[in-house]
């Protein structure tokens, strides 16, 4: 007999060793989440995927679901508090959707208006975050980095390459590069690696081919993150 | 002789000379780090190309860890380091006159490198000196009690470049301050006692804690010891001394009995990464009381079957390191340590030093075994916890310094005669670290239960406000509340004791601490990293005049998302100082609140601050007026 746990007054069915969302996002009922990815061993860091378990709150993406888990997700509480994670992450760094190449294909933006967040509400922070443009063929624009080791995650584990890294501590962290130099340039990332293609946002971006879909045919665009990640997990 | 000029070959000597002390171990990065700093100043790209070329671990890793932890440098920081200690405690001492005082004499900004590339002055969070501050670190040694007389003598030192084994060894004396002992402070055992008797505890009848097969994988067959050892930890309801106060027999027992996988071995950690402001006892054990508290953790080894041990060291005792070897290595020729103790067959134990290096967030379980691991120190996803899967994965014990201590004299006495002192649910004694506005700073032990106007009295505070309890994370209570008691039932403490007298500005207490976690979080959540620099900036809003009602209800929005959202206890508190002050010392947040509706915390005269300063002006006209700024 398949196991379930109760998801939102829903049942979810999962397999032993399965974390919440995973089993969730099996059945398309999506959790919004920046950090997490299928493909990558979880972080559990961003704490957008946080829901409540038997009414103490946790990060979905890493943990599994038991037999019997009264799991709360979709609920006003839990969304405003995701509403505030995701303003503080467009005031730590500088976004302006309006001139950036990822719009409408960028993660945070989308989990943004999956959540209403209507304004950055707290004070931005507007650091001082030089972009990489040294290498040939891609661009760095840690403006835009939530700091979801996505890449850092693809590179080691899928690229065999340790091109990115977080360094730094507490709001001065940030995201290097394997170079002496600190230059993208100086490292042996490929465009075929997949740490080029994991960034949820757009600080890691191919040169000459922007704007190439036009604003309004992209991803989200064309449906909410609720709908389109619903659809790819089922 | 001046390093900092050292050429790449020279950097490439030394850091084969560390690496190869270290066995060319990635996980000991942090500490191979630290040496490779003492010896050059900083940790110079140079010394990053040879260390990951012997290490065989890319260079992102070596950066990665570097950059986490306050006390190492990647840009050259000068041959002479000053960090003042900047607790709440050092403030009311008077540290940023000093400071100040220390950066005029040598022509250095607060901050950055002298132009001569000689020397850097700055702050660093609490030194664990707060009963005989002002304090600094200068190349992470201690140096205290400062006064406008010595903070000269130091400029002197420092321009005539006379090396730190010069200074006069009264800078680095450090005082004990034992005021009042109970069973740990006096207590009467010599080295090997605990051991002993250990050794020779019979199983009692009806056995609570056997598991047979868990502790014949550590020891040989035929011994009662272990397990009538942790019948007595258990019988003795002996809690953790870090703060949590998790039951320690059930800690040790769970790690007994978590299954080994093939290669695998238990570990006994003690975190001794002392970092809660305030808080100073584990200093004073590790000073008078080494021996016990090595003694607690090779009984816990004996206990559940581990054959290696770490003392996670905070950065800021590095001046302890020498005289913890010589304990270690003294314990090993008495046969204390090392391979078959007391000449019990197959009971192996050793213990390494490990050092911090300026991270509070370390006195985390998980993110301490990530540190011992040569990783930044990042708490881990729970669970697993460390019982099961600890330091490299595997079954570790982690305990306070004052737990292992009470541990070893439990092992001597028994379990009934430690739970019948204190009170039912806290048993035992506790350190308090003592500091503030008192005639007497230093270490009280008390049995558990004592209330707080007892320690009041004993410690000679006179017209005291508030007491902050266990630190920036821990409780601020008003003197109205002096009746309660230090004890889990009511006041849990890791043992911090601050106080504050009726002239202490209880904003500004709270302010300290709010810097304080927005330095030391880790950034790895969301929640945190992002929450803890909008509650300094809120709360430097409100210092400048700008707050209003509504900062208070962003005060509380942010301590709700911190509790629920953030990844470990350093988010969960981080709020605590704020709201325990604004509920009970409301005056202090009120005579701040010069509007009654929103104001903007963009201040246009403060926004010229750097135009002025580049301009050397500060007449007039260089100032807008905060009228006209509010009405522009």
Known sequence: ?234 | MALTDLHAEAVAGIVDRVAQRYRRDPTCIVQILREIQEACDWISPAAIDRLQAVLGVPRTKIEGVAGFYSFFYTRPRGRYRILFSDNITDRMAGNLPLMERLCGNLWVEPGKVSEDGLVSVDKTSCTGMCDQGPALLVNNLAVTRLDAGRIDEIADLVRNAVPLGEWPAAYFAVADNVRRADILLGHTLQPGDALRAARDRAPSEGIAASNMRSWREGLPHGLGGPAATLDEIKRANLRGRGGAGFTTGLKWEACRNAPLKPGQQRFVVCNADEGEPGTFKDRVLLTAHADLVFEGMTVAAYTIGARRGFLYLRGEYRYLLDHLECILKRRREQKLLGPDILGIPGADFDIEIHLGAGAYVCGEESALIESLEGKRGTPRNRPPFPVTNGYLDQPTVVNNVETFAAAALIAVKGGDWYAAIGTRHSAGTKILSVSGDCERPGLYEYPFGVAVRQVLADCGAGRTQAVQVSGPSGVCIGADEFDRRIGFEDLPTAGAFMVFDDSRDMFEVARNFVHFFQHESCGFCTPCRVGTSLLKNLMDKLHNGHGSPYDFAEIEKLNQLLQSMSHCGLGHTACNPVLDTIAKFRPAYERRMEHNDFTPAFDLDRALAAARQMTGRDDAGAHIPAEFGEDA
């Open chain 1, 1 to 234: 007999m398949t196991q379930t746990f109760t998801l939102d007054g829903k049942a979810i069915p999962f397999a032993d060793g399965q974390t919440i969302i995973q089993a969730a996002l099996a059945a398309g009922v999506f959790i919004p989440h920046l950090c997490y990815h299928p493909e990558f061993k979880p972080h559990g860091s961003c704490k957008l995927c946080t829901v409540k378990v038997n009414g103490r709150q946790t990060a979905s993406c890493t943990m599994r679901a038991a037999a019997g888990m009264q799991v709360e997700s979709n609920t006003e509480e839990i969304n405003a508090e995701r509403r505030a994670l995701t303003q503080m992450l467009f005031v730590e760094g500088n976004h302006f959707c309006p001139s950036c190449e990822k719009s409408g294909d960028c993660q945070l933006q989308a989990t943004a208006y999956h959540l209403g967040m209507m304004s950055p509400h707290f004070d931005h922070f507007f650091p001082n975050r030089p972009v990489d443009a040294s290498h040939p063929e891609l661009l760095l624009d840690f403006n835009r980095c939530i700091l979801c080791s996505l890449c850092v995650r693809a590179s080691r584990d899928v690229d065999g390459k340790n091109v990115f890294a977080l360094s730094g501590r507490g709001i001065k962290t940030h995201l290097i590069v394997n170079a002496k130099s600190g230059r993208l340039a100086d490292t042996d990332i490929a465009l075929g690696d997949k740490a080029v293609q994991v960034c949820p946002v757009g600080v890691i971006l191919r040169k000459r081919t922007g704007f190439a879909v036009p604003i309004g045919e992209r991803t989200y665009d064309k449906a909410p993150i609720a709908e389109t990640v619903a659809q790819e997990g089922t």
